[in-house]
């Protein structure tokens, strides 16, 4: 059955030159798989993360034909069956642990405010699954952590903080934001085994938005490559790096290659008409 | 003699009580027109060694050498001219409120160099960017476009060493591709030496001819761009890395 289904989804922003289109026009159904969404910045793929969750704020505006969730209608459940939604159902993990943790808060106040809120869970009993969830992102050391503010943490602990912490209320969907941007290849290689083990093992859906082309190919079940807020190809990972659409081509073309010849590498080519 | 020579370098920061090691009897030596690449986790000590020879970290033990001389410190204008740094982040390493112009023209001001005029024309477009943008500010370019005034930036002196601290990591794919081009076009065309920085193995493999690979603050393994390429490595750590960046492999 169908997790999440989007039909011609678009997010447009009013301002004073006139309204920007994020997205465009995409379309996708989720199975519980894994899915990547990849493309430089400014292609839409987050805006389209986010308003999966209606995460985006005026003046942007979300329309869509249908955005269903479990046979819930996201684009006309109201803002109280929205927030049941959000952590519970469908969770996101946002690019950067700098701004997207509380400065201010310790690290275990923050994974066990949602216990405590959503859940009315006990502090002993928000505090023993607070633990476990760290245990469960590979943190050594969890009970240092949770007494830890985020600027006490590396960029690859906190990115693990913010997992674990959408990770708390088992949701069926998780939306990942770049989650292993900030983290170095052998820390990444540990997120995405944590990841990969929660879909195996929990039959959860993942959105996996990234611009890294290679990690996605390796990462994920079917990639959609979008451009200028529209998707432009879709396809299975396993395809992507015989992809077709010339855009595709050339992003896999402009990256550098170990053993790779030292000429200059090719530059992207623009073209106008794939964005029309 | 080698342009650039670290001999067991250290670099111990006092934090509050506790000692931390951030780079531990480094040595490496680097000749004229070579580029040499350091890879490593973050936390490595990789870029502390960039901050070191620009006398931006605490140097606690060896010595660093360019073209034969130990560094004076604190460094002097011969150095500026001599040794430049691209840093990582060209939203926050260009000042918000300066006009490139300005960026552009201070480190001439500085150094008492005269026909700027023409000098900052002749900058913006040897990095490839119109000549109108002199007068914009960092915010109406593009990451790309700042990363190139940024290199714009350090080449106005003239330097023989360009330092580069994980100049492309901030930029996508094809931008960065645009980005590696300048800069290999730039080395040629001025026989620039380049001591570079990045986690990425196959941007290092691109663009250097040696590389060192660093953990905890330790040199691990230094190779050459053939022994990479053939995964010649010998130390469990070197090839971890290089397994973890196999999809980044010729085939891949």
């Not at chain 2, 490839?128 to 700042?146: D, E, I, M, N, V």
Request: with cysteine.
């Amino acid at each position: 059955m169908t997790l999440l289904s989007v039909k011609n989804l678009r997010v447009t922003f009013d301002t004073e030159t006139g309204p920007v289109e994020a997205v465009r026009g995409v379309s996708f159904d989720l199975n519980r798989e894994r899915l990547g969404i990849v493309g430089e910045s400014g292609s839409g793929k987050t805006m389209t993360g986010r308003a999966v969750l209606r995460l985006i704020r005026p003046p942007g505006r979300i329309e869509a034909d249908a955005m269903t969730f479990d046979g819930q209608d996201l684009m006309k459940a109201s803002e109280p069956q929205l927030r049941a939604l959000r952590g519970r159902r469908i969770a996101m993990v946002m690019q950067d642990p700098k701004f997207s943790l509380n400065p201010v808060m310790k690290v275990g106040s923050q994974l066990m405010e949602g216990l405590r809120q959503r859940d009315h869970a006990s502090r002993s009993e928000a505090r023993a699954k607070a633990l476990a969830a760290l245990q469960a992102v590979q943190i050594r050391d969890p009970e240092r952590v949770m007494d830890a503010y985020p600027h006490e943490l590396s960029g690859g602990m906190g990115q693990r903080v913010m997992i674990a912490m959408m990770l708390i209320p088992d949701p069926d969907l998780l939306i990942a934001d770049e989650p292993t941007s900030a983290l170095d290849v052998t820390v990444q290689a540990e997120v995405l085994s944590i990841l990969d083990n929660l879909v195996k093992t929990r039959g959860m859906g993942l959105i996996f938005i990234s611009h890294d082309l290679r990690l996605v190919a390796r990462f994920c079940d079917r990639v959609l490559v979008m451009y200028k807020g529209k998707i432009v190809e879709e396809l299975a990972a396993k395809d992507l790096l015989h992809a077709k659409h010339p855009y595709t081509q050339g992003l896999l073309n402009c990256l550098p290659r170990i053993g790779g010849s030292r000429e200059a590498l090719p530059a992207l080519d623009r073209n106008a008409d794939w964005a029309s | 003699m080698a342009l650039i020579e670290i001999e067991n370098l250290s670099v111990t920061f006092h934090t509050s009580g506790r000692h931390v090691r951030a780079v531990e009897n480094v040595s490496l030596k680097v000749e004229a027109q070579q580029s040499f690449g350091l890879v490593g986790e973050s936390g490595s000590g990789k870029s502390t060694i960039l901050r070191a020879i620009c006398g931006m970290a605490p140097i606690t033990g060896g010595q660093i050498r360019i073209d034969g001389k130990p560094l004076p410190t604190p460094r002097g204008p011969n150095f500026a001219k001599q040794v430049q740094m691209v840093f990582q982040d060209p939203y926050a390493s260009l000042h918000p409120r300066h006009t490139i112009d300005r960026v552009l023209s201070e480190p001439l001001a500085i150094h008492g160099q005269t026909g700027s005029d023409a000098k900052i024309e002749q900058a913006l477009i040897d990095v490839g960017l119109p000549p109108a943008f002199r007068f914009r500010y960092p915010h109406q370019l593009s990451g790309g476009q700042r990363q190139r005034v940024a290199i714009a930036r350090a080449l106005m002196l003239r330097p023989q060493i360009l330092l580069l601290d994980e100049p492309t990591s901030a930029l996508d794919a094809s931008v960065q591709a645009e980005t590696l081009n300048l800069l290999s076009r730039l080395r040629t065309e001025r026989g620039l030496t380049f001591l570079m920085v990045s986690h990425d193995l196959a941007v290092i493999d691109h663009m250097c001819d040696r590389i060192l690979v660093m953990q905890h603050g330790r040199a691990v393994e230094e190779l050459s761009r053939e022994a990479l390429a053939t995964a010649a490595m010998t130390t469990p750590y070197a090839r971890a890395l290089f397994t973890a960046s196999a999809d980044r492999m010729l085939e891949g």
